[in-house]
């Protein structure tokens, strides 16, 4: 599916606003892990919002290269491989730190100030009594074009519901054209 969506501006506060801007900082494991192909410089590090890391990255490229130039070739082939042991270590834990990093981006989208719900949301209906009858007879008025038909009970008065599950059970045991299953 095509994020064309995540560009809309709803121009509120609400939840959609919320998830569309999560939307836009959740960081994803592939492009992690696409750019930890170039861990000698540090840019995975620097997508997790792990910049302390990723200046390490760069401090042991830039002392590799110079061990590699000035320095016997044994302490730069001990240095690289500590160093290619430690983008294999960063590598098995890229998955992890891509969660904990969009859990914290949550968090902190969640819980920011000035989150509040949009102008006229009056929050839940609650009619004049709080009758479900009321709320069914307002939601039937807001739907143009037909009519729907006056849905049943929920519940059948006077019978308890150990009466209601065997008078289920028995139409569901019934034979006949209504019921082709049985």
Do not use: C
């Not at 969009?102 to 968090?107: G, M, T, V």
């Not at 807001?142 to 019978?159: N, S, V, Y």
């Amino acid at each position: 599916m095509k994020r064309a969506w995540s560009h809309w501006n709803f121009e509120g506060q609400g939840l959609q606003t919320l998830n569309l801007e999560l939307t836009r900082r959740l960081r994803q494991t592939r492009r992690a892990w696409l750019l930890w192909l170039l861990f000698p410089f540090g840019l995975h590090a620097f997508y997790l919002g792990e910049h302390r890391r990723a200046a390490a990255y760069l401090a042991a490229t830039l002392v590799l290269i110079a061990l590699l130039v000035s320095a016997p070739p044994m302490t730069g082939i001990a240095w690289g491989s500590a160093y290619a042991l430690a983008a294999l270590f960063d590598a098995f834990t890229i998955d992890r730190r891509v969660v904990a990093m969009n859990k914290k981006l949550r968090i902190a989208l969640s819980f920011a100030s000035g989150r509040s719900p949009p102008r006229g949301y009056q929050g839940r209906y609650t009619g004049g009594d709080n009758d479900l009858g009321d709320y069914l007879q307002a939601k039937e008025q807001e739907q143009a074009g037909h009519t729907t038909k006056r849905a049943a009970p929920l519940r059948t008065p006077g019978r308890s519901f150990a009466e209601q599950e065997a008078l289920l059970r028995e139409q569901l045991t019934r034979r006949g054209p209504k019921n082709p299953r049985a």
